[in-house]
């Protein structure tokens, strides 16, 4: 799926100052999003909130250690 860069910051708070030029960005449907949400926010890492999204999913993002943005999603 294609998405525009401002929106894509909007969404992202932690990509808002990122130069972001050609890049992929991890987009996983996972199940049981609560519950890796809450261990994965417990690890202390750039997280947003979890939410529903206007597309019909649950979903949040995270940055990886290495500054990969990664999406984790769950139809709602």
Do not use: C
Not at 7 to 20: G, R, V
Not at 41 to 66: C, M, P, Q, R
């Amino acid at each position: 799926a294609f998405q525009r860069l401002d929106t894509f910051q909007n969404d992202i708070h932690f990509a808002k100052n990122q130069p972001i030029g050609a890049s992929v960005s991890f987009y996983m449907d996972v199940d049981n999003i609560e519950d890796l949400y809450n261990r994965l926010k417990s690890e202390n890492l750039e997280i947003t909130e979890l939410k529903t999204a206007w597309y019909g999913v649950l979903e949040f993002y995270l940055k990886d250690l290495n500054g990969y943005i990664l999406g984790f999603a769950q139809p709602a």
